[in-house]
């Protein structure tokens, strides 16, 4: 992830700054492969991982999801849907 930069979105609400570092989540093992609908569209519906997760130095933690690149991809609203409770972030408990 080098060269991307990535701010804390309740820092920036909250007109903090922060460093922000990636938190490890745990991963399962359940084979998938993507695949091309008959649109032609890429679908990557990886079950394994449902977001990379970040925490700032002000105790936001939050995620970005792992999305499928197809426009309209049920799977994105599924995969945002487990998410909605941590979206756009929330404290962490300490």
Do not use: Q
Not at 67 to 91: G, I, S, T
């Amino acid at each position: 992830m080098s060269g991307v930069k990535l701010l804390c979105p309740g820092c920036v609400e909250e007109g903090l700054k922060s460093t922000v570092s990636h938190e490890t989540r745990a991963h399962y093992l359940m084979a998938w492969r993507p695949y091309w609908d008959e649109e032609g569209d890429y679908h990557v519906h990886d079950p394994n991982s449902h977001a990379s997760w970040f925490r700032c130095s002000n105790g936001h933690v939050w995620p970005i999801p792992n999305l499928c690149p197809a426009e309209d991809c049920d799977f994105n609203v599924r995969r945002l849907a487990d998410l909605a409770e941590h979206l756009p972030y929330k404290k962490a408990d300490k």
